[in-house]
């Protein structure tokens, strides 16, 4: 059986772009021999969609594109994907975070564990689900559940030594104890320093304790101000990755479940973490290009150019994920200007490829000066520069 790990980014909101976005992959999926296609967690929505769940009428658009997907979707695939959905419970929040298998909708997971910490504010709107147990399909019992679900197993420190434990369940602990061909974790995970290693670290310890391979899909992309580096993953049962999807970008990635079951090679070739500082600029790009890309509103950067470091740096990130012809820098020197910063500014500007326009601010701080001579001594030094 051939799993298809689809790392996809979604915008929030954007229901009929999701869903074209999900079909695509599992059409590609379909055309390189997968049997099964994984998407991310909340996938139809985009993550994370907050205050849009409280409306009546995007729950409806939610259902129909659901519907939609599964209607379209080639019925020789089988497809795990995140909706949210609305609660049968008539107590607590309405709506729930769940996994659907689907071909035809066979089994569904729903979310237990509800971050509330960080820049997560999940109880605000989902209602936590009970314990989950596994989605039969075709015969492989799918150990299904939601991001979160798989943060809070057992733990095994980096040191030896224990970790906080956030929530009373370890989802992944309940599936494995009631016997599982494969775990399966749909993802929404945003981007933080270090964070691959931490997600490997829980994954071998799954793999190790129950003898079973171990999927991950996360998405991928940058919504407003959280950013989403995917790091799509299958690991074998004996812990080691087997296949891995590449950082910050779309990717389809397949895998052999009879291999995920071997021991790795003598001499996997496994790829070690990447470093820090290419994760955090390719974070930071990501970030700024989607940023733009998903609002109608933006057609380009406006930037404030001083010769220095840091207006440099955030000039240079700015060309490389919008694009030279879509920034434009200011230099506004004023008395306390060095020739430098200006000449600076304008050689940075040259060698990036982007527009830079000088605007004397000389008359304005002149101005200031004048209005605020009167005002106990008048401004000067420091405060004045």
């Not at 379909?30 to 995007?58: K, M, N, R, S, W």
């Not at 147990?133 to 015969?139: Q, Y």
Request: aromatic residues 6%; negative net charge.
């Amino acid at each position: 059986m051939r799993i298809a790990l689809a790392q996809i980014n979604p915008t929030v909101g954007d229901l009929a772009g999701n869903v074209e976005r999900m079909l695509g992959a599992t059409r590609q999926a379909e055309q390189q021999g997968a049997d099964l296609v994984i998407l991310p967690e909340l996938c139809v929505t985009g993550y994370p969609p907050q205050d849009l769940l409280g409306h009546e009428d995007f729950l409806n658009d939610v259902e129909a594109a659901m519907a939609h997907f599964v209607a379209q979707a080639p019925p020789s695939v089988g497809v795990v994907f995140g909706a949210p959905v609305r609660s049968t419970d008539d107590r607590g929040k309405r709506v729930v975070n769940a996994a659907f298998v689907a071909g035809r909708i066979v089994g569904r997971a729903d979310k237990q564990l509800l971050p509330t910490y960080d820049v997560f504010d999940e109880a605000r709107y989902f209602v936590a689900a009970g314990p989950q147990s596994p989605v039969v399909w075709r015969g492989l019992r799918l150990g299904l559940h939601v991001c979160e679900d798989m943060w809070d197993q057992e733990p095994w420190g980096e040191a030896g030594g224990p970790l906080h434990h956030h929530y009373h369940a370890d989802p992944v602990g309940q599936l494995g104890d009631l016997g599982v061909d494969l775990f399966v974790n749909i993802s929404a995970s945003p981007f933080a320093a270090g964070k691959e290693a931490y997600r490997s670290m829980l994954i071998e310890a799954a793999c190790a304790q129950w003898d079973v391979p171990f999927v991950l899909v996360g998405q991928v992309g940058a919504n407003t101000e959280l950013i989403f580096d995917g790091d799509s993953r299958a690991h074998r049962s004996d812990g080691s990755i087997a296949a891995r999807a590449p950082l910050f970008e779309e990717a389809l990635v397949v895998a052999d479940l009879d291999t995920l079951r071997l021991p790795a090679p003598r001499s996997p070739r496994t790829p070690g973490p990447r470093d820090r500082i290419a994760n955090l600029h390719d974070a930071l790009v990501l970030g700024i290009r989607d940023y733009a890309r998903k609002s109608p509103f933006f057609t380009g950067a406006l930037l404030g150019l001083s010769g220095g470091i840091d207006s440099a740096l955030t000039a240079a990130l700015a060309v490389e994920a919008l694009g030279a012809s879509k920034v434009w820098g200011v230099t506004m020197p004023s008395k306390y200007s060095s020739s430098g910063s200006v000449d600076d500014s304008c050689a940075l500007a040259k060698a990036l490829g982007m527009r830079i326009d000088t605007v004397s601010i000389a008359p304005a701080v002149d101005a200031f000066e004048t209005m605020l001579a009167g005002v106990d001594g008048g401004v000067s030094g420091l405060d004045e520069e």
